[in-house]
Nanobody, 124 residues
Framework: QVQLVESGGGLVQPGGSLRLSCAASGFTFDDYAIGWFRQAPGKEREGVSCISSSDGSTYYRDSVKGRFTISRDNTKNTVYLQMNSLKAEDTAVYYC?????????????????WGQGTQVTVSS
């Protein structure tokens, strides 16, 4: 069956770094764009970043540009989100998702499969 498993979350101080991983199985990974979304307490889930299936093009929301980097390793069916210079406002549950026909990269309804999420807490 389809699985997306996030890992790498945790507690980090402001200014610190984390690398999230999203390991996929049960579908043709190369054919799917992979996105990262996050949901903070009391807020709606929002798109953070996305990487395409074809040419590796990427999307980042404005608030993470220059701090986060998304990458994928198709040999390992895994997508990574390197998060640097973390801020308190990055605190959220981070989800990865897979979509076969993604256009915008931040629209949740373009993604068919979702992981269970990993908690990222940025606090001193």
């Amino acid at each position: 069956q389809v699985q997306l498993v996030e890992s790498g979350g945790g507690l980090v101080q402001p200014g610190g770094s984390l690398r999230l991983s999203c390991a996929a199985s049960g579908f043709t990974f190369d054919d799917y764009a992979i996105g990262w979304f996050r949901q903070a307490p009391g807020k709606e889930r929002e798109g953070v970043s996305c990487i395409s299936s074809s040419d590796g093009s990427t999307y980042y929301r404005d608030s993470v540009k220059g701090r986060f980097t998304i990458s994928r390793d198709n040999t390992k069916n895994t997508v990574y989100l390197q998060m640097n210079s973390l801020k308190a406002e990055d605190t959220a549950v981070y989800y990865c998702a897979a979509g076969s026909d993604v256009v915008a990269g931040y629209r949740q309804n373009e993604f068919q499969y979702w992981g269970q999420g990993t908690q990222v807490t940025v606090s001193s």
